[in-house]
Every structure is written in C-alpha cells, then in structure tokens.
C-alpha cells in the first residue's frame, strides 16, 4: 500500500501550529516512566474551543465569557489569561485580583503519579512569579528533582521513605533477598492499610501546612489537586480546605480510573462537585467530565452525581523533550540514542512506550506487527514499560509473542525505565504508535510530539484533537478484525516513506513549539483569579 492508499483508510493530520502535551512515567504502583500516570491509567492532552465556556487553548472567546487560555476578552468581563483589561473594566491574572508574587500554590500529588507534569508546571508557575510547593510522597526511583524556586514536601506515605530498597521495587535485590509471590502479595496488602491509616494524617498536615501559609508572607492560597488518592476522604478534606478560604482546582487526569467500577461515578463525581474548578486537557475529557457531573449539552440533569458549580477548563499540556530545546543533528541524536540503549543502528524502529494496561492495545499491535513483518522483515518494534502484575505477567505477554511468531522481531523491554533514558526512547524510534482501544488523552502523544516523532494512533479519546493539528495518522476505532490490518497499513505507509515520516515530524516540532509549560502556566493563574473572582 502506498502512502496516497493508506490515506484513504487512515485519517491523515499535519498543521503548522498545535496545542501540545506533556510527559509520562512508570508505575505498578509507584511512579511511571512513560510520562504522567497513575494506579489507574496514563494522561496527556488536547484542546479545543469549547462552546459552554471552559477554557480554550487558541485564544478565541467562549460562549459563557469564561477564561480563554489565549489572552483575548470575555464577553462578561472575566479574567484573561495575558494580564489584559477586561470588557467591564475589571483587571487581570495578575494584577488587582491578586498579585503573582503573593500566590501561594501547593500542587498536591499524594501517589507522585503525574511527577513530570508536577516537575514542568510547578516550574513554570515558579518563573510568572508564584511561590509554588509540591505535596507528595517521599521520593522512589530516580524521580525528577524539584527545580529553583519550587520546594518539595513528602506529606503522604512518609512511611515509604524508610522502606527497603528491594521492598519498593529498585530492583536491588540479590536471588536470596528477592521476596516470593507470597510474601510481595504480603507487602502489598500492609501497604495498602498503612496507606489508608496514613491518609487522613495527612490530610491534616496539609491543611495545617495551608493555614500557616495563610498566616505569612503569602496573602492568596490555591490547593491545586493533581489526583485524589482516596476520592470520598479527599472529598471531605477538600470542602474543608475551602472553608478556610482556601481555592481547590483539579486538573482531571482521568475522568474515571480507566478499569472502573459502577461505584466509582459516585465516588469521583462526588469530589468534583466539592471543587472551586476543574482543568482538562481536551474537549473530548471535558464532555465526558460533563456527562459524569449530570450536564451533557442539552440534556437534564441527572441524579446519578450531585451537580457541580465547579467551572470547566480545557488547558492542553505542552510537549517534553528535546525538540523544544533548539535545532540538532537529527541523525547523529537518534544513532547516539540507538547505541545508549544497545538497539540496532539502522533498522526502521516503532516504538510502543509506557505503562502496559489494557486499554492501550498492545495485543492488537502485536497482532499487526505480524502483518508488518510479512512486508517489512526488518523493521523492529520495541516494547519498553512496566507491565503490571510481575513476573507472571511478563511471562505470559512473552509467551504470546512467541506464539505469534514475532519474537525475533520484538524488543522487549519490561520494567520500569530510568527517567534519563526516557528521552532516548523516543529520539531512537522513528514512530510511535498508540494504538489504544480507549483513552482520555495521551502523555505519550505528547513526549511524542516532543521529540518531533511521527504517529500511529487510535482515533479515541482525545487524540484525534491532537492530531488534528498535525504530526501523525489516525486510525479509525473499530473491531479488532479491521482496526488490526489498517493500523498495520498505517505503519507501513510511514516506515516505507522517509519523506512522509520527515513530514511529520516538522509537524510535530512546530506544534511542541506553539504552547509551553509558560503558556499553560498563564492560562492556570487565569483559571485561578477567575475561581476567586467567582467564589464567595
């Protein structure tokens, strides 16, 4: 198939200028290497114009005169997010609503699940001039340290902290120190009661932390939730938390975990009625956020979850990685990045990268990656990311590798991925395939983007927003019976075409380019000095 017939099939997207997203990471329960996650599922970004007035990447008005992510003016006079006057002759982010200067902001991350995104906004909140703490776990692995002018408490699951160094996972450990399946399920379990004792002891800490800080230099304090570890207890801390004066905005990752329970709309409808407002990534997550909270458009409300005044804002996250940082030798970075992770030096590479859940299809790429094999034998696929449930699982995906014949072909590569080896993943793949059944957004979309890699991915969730602004090919959503040969079509179309491919990939630098962790960061103090204008 020709790159001309595979568009037929495929939708294809290039643009000069995109909103973009951020960073991934590892998890089995801990931290994630492929850029944001979670217990329960990964992230990313989008971002579109939204006509029920949340918060627009590109600038333009919304309906309801509510924030706009691009500095333009509100019909109703609300705060834009460049500093400008408004309509009715009220004042901007950072002016007479509160001075940056004087903005106290604790980003809260009670399982580190997002820590790169923590890292990027935390700092670019920093350099507008906030006074910016992350609350969190103590640190695992090799997480990114905090940068100047941010500071960093371990609040949650201290207890972490004076854990072995094979109990959390480093890998070192010798044959005679490593635990049996027995005993890991053992420390699983005591963890998960000592997380839930610890929990409301620290929830405590941090609202005593926010009343010392409303007592001192810092004159306005925003709570600014990245996830919520226990949804019904979060839920009570945080009503008290606005209580005392205190503005909570959540940046909704995850509308619902992505393997979820009928209890878990409850749950998590619950706590974002009892928010100030609520940031997304996409317009795709924010009519699912309000179809959960009982206001899809046109329709009535529902008993199901309480209804929110919580405001809805749809803030893209930027791009990570190195295509920001300037121009390089293209080339000589993908040849070093191939010989730092011992890959083959000349050999067409697609990478899949990132926690392995379901949702995200690896058995259908797999499937696919037979048919690429029947036409590409030498072109490689690379599997690096944790897979949840040990050693068994990673066996049994092995296994069925084999059984399809590919084994010779796949580079497997399971486990947590050290955070300086993260980027050499992406500069050494020539695409990147997401070839989800399901998703909200996509972090690795956005390193991706980052890294100006081409794309394959599924047209679901809120990818399709992405890639419409340029950088890849999607694929339609379908049964596996036709989704498997037309992504396999997809990826052939670019690994036969390098001038397609380079495309692409000039679509994706100008895109990481377009909106950064600054951008985003005065689009979240707009969202901030509305929520306050707005409280009461």
């Known amino acids: 198939m020709t790159t001309a017939q595979a568009r037929n099939a495929i939708h294809a997207a290039d643009a000069d200028n995109a909103p973009s997203d951020a960073a991934d990471a590892n998890a089995d329960g801990t931290v994630d290497a492929d850029g944001t996650v979670d217990a329960d599922g990964t992230v990313d970004a989008g971002g579109t114009v939204d006509a029920d007035g949340t918060v627009d990447a590109d600038g333009t008005v919304d309906a309801d005169g509510t924030v706009d992510a691009g500095g333009t003016v509100d019909a109703d006079g609300t705060v834009d997010a460049d500093g400008t006057v408004d309509a009715d002759g009220t004042v901007d982010a950072s002016a007479a609503l509160f001075a940056v200067g004087d903005l106290s902001v604790v980003l809260v991350d009670p399982a580190r699940q997002v820590p790169a995104y923590d890292h990027d906004l935390a700092a670019a909140l920093a350099r507008m001039g906030a006074r910016v703490m992350l609350a969190t776990t103590p640190r695992l692995h090799d997480s990114i340290p905090m940068p100047e002018g941010v500071t960093e408490r371990a609040i949650f699951a201290r207890f972490l902290a004076r854990s072995a160094p094979a109990e959390r996972g480093s890998g070192i450990a010798t044959a005679s120190q490593r635990p049996s399946p027995a005993q890991r399920s053992g420390r699983r379990s005591l963890r998960r009661v000592r997380r839930a004792l610890d929990y409301p002891r620290a929830w405590l800490a941090l609202l005593r932390l926010l009343r010392d800080q409303g007592n001192g230099p810092c004159s306005t304090s925003v709570l600014h939730m990245q996830w919520a570890g226990v949804p019904l207890v979060d839920a009570a801390f945080v009503r008290r938390a606005r209580r005392d004066g205190v503005r909570v905005i959540h940046t909704v990752h995850n509308v619902l975990p992505h393997e979820s329970t009928p209890r878990d709309a409850f749950r998590w409808g619950n706590y974002y009625a009892r928010v100030d407002a609520l940031i997304v990534h996409s ?254």
């Open 283 to 536: 317009e795709a997550t924010a009519v699912r956020l309000r179809r959960l909270l009982g206001r899809p458009h046109g329709a009535q409300e529902t008993a199901e979850v309480r209804p929110t005044r919580a405001s809805i804002h749809v803030i893209p996250m930027p791009s990570s990685g190195p295509a920001r940082l300037g121009d390089g030798d293209p080339i000589a970075a993908r040849r070093d990045a191939r010989d730092q992770l011992d890959l083959p030096p000349e050999v067409p590479i697609v990478l899949f990268f990132g926690l392995v859940r379901p949702y995200k299809g690896l058995d259908r790429l797999l499937a696919a990656w037979r048919l690429v094999q029947e036409r590409s034998p030498g072109a490689r696929l690379v599997v690096a990311g944790p897979v949840p449930g040990g050693r068994h699982a990673v066996t049994a995906w092995e296994r069925h590798i084999a059984g399809l014949g590919i084994a010779g072909s796949v580079i497997w590569r399971p486990g947590y991925v050290p955070e300086a080896a993260v980027s050499d993943y992406f500069v050494a793949s020539d695409v990147v395939a997401l070839p989800y059944r399901d998703t909200y957004d996509s972090a690795i979309l956005a390193q991706a983007r980052g890294h100006g890699r081409a794309v394959v991915a599924s047209a679901v969730g809120g990818l399709p927003e992405v890639l419409a602004q340029g950088g890849g090919l999607l694929v339609p959503a379908s049964e596996d019976a036709v989704f498997v040969p037309t992504f396999a079509d997809a990826l052939l179309s670019l690994l036969g075409d390098r001038a397609e491919r380079a495309r692409l990939e000039a679509a994706q630098r100008r895109a990481a380019s377009a909106w950064t962790w600054d951008d985003a960061a005065r689009a979240t103090l707009a969202v901030y000095a509305a929520t306050g204008e707005h409280a009461g």
